[in-house]
């Protein structure tokens, strides 16, 4: 079962705001990513990391930032939040995908469900 | 770019029917390939991985294959059930190991 935890799981907030979506992961993971997801569409990566202090942007991540200071925790800020940004945030983690023991398997929170007014 | 396809985009089936989801992708020099469910509102649930050297994995009633060279990925599903319904997203991981390239995803609906 996978242990990994997103805060808040619904959010609405105004446009302008600058809010931080939480990732918490407990099982010693190197690889932390974050999707946004419209409904019905594909998952789109913003940014990844492959340990402290490592971060890398995707496909969409010119308007927000990650940090990874720890392990376990991989949050995600939006610095002024817009009425595009709502959409599904998903976070995810996994082993490095190499030796026998390590398959690289994903494994996703429940997701942040944000909406901009 | 790597590009991932599947098809078809939405299926409905019986409850009882043995059935295939389809993933293709471009580029074949993949480090591995994920299969998922999601259902809706809700993250991904990892299925099954194959790794870029193995040609199937097999858990319960589903069985992926893959196959590199075609650049091709079948998930069977043996005797749906209504539990089955979610959406199904296959994934690639490049060979750099570094991200995963999703495809849309299939919307399946195994009817009772």
């Known amino acids: 079962e996978a242990d990994i935890y997103q805060t808040p799981r619904y959010l609405v907030i105004g446009t302008g705001k600058k809010i931080t979506l939480e990732c918490s992961q407990t099982?010693?993971?190197?690889?932390m990513y974050w999707y946004q997801q419209d409904p019905g569409m594909e998952l789109h990566l913003i940014h990844y990391?492959?340990?402290?202090?490592?971060?890398e942007k995707g496909d969409l991540s010119s308007e927000s930032t990650v940090s990874r200071i720890r392990t376990e925790h991989f949050p995600l800020t939006l610095e002024s939040a817009r009425p595009s940004h709502t959409s599904q945030y998903l976070c995810a983690s996994s082993k490095p995908g190499w030796g026998t023991e390590n398959t690289g398997e994903l494994f996703f929170g429940e997701g942040s469900r944000l909406t901009v007014l | 770019k790597q590009e991932v396809t599947q098809i078809p985009a939405a299926l409905s089936v019986p409850e009882g029917e043995n059935l295939v989801l389809n993933c293709s992708f471009t580029?074949?020099?993949?480090?591995?390939l994920q299969w998922f469910r999601q259902d809706p509102g809700k993250g991904l649930t990892s299925l099954l991985l194959i790794q870029s050297s193995q040609r199937e994995q097999t858990s319960g009633r589903l069985n992926a294959s893959l196959d590199k060279s075609s650049g091709r990925s079948t998930l069977y599903i043996a005797a749906s059930q209504p539990g089955d319904s979610a959406t199904y997203l296959c994934a690639v991981e490049e060979t750099s190991g570094s991200r995963l390239t999703f495809g849309e995803g299939t919307q399946l609906t195994v009817n009772p």
């Open positions: 580029d074949s020099a993949i480090y591995n």
């Open positions: 099982m010693g993971h190197d690889k």
């Open positions: 990391s492959y340990g402290v202090n490592s971060t």
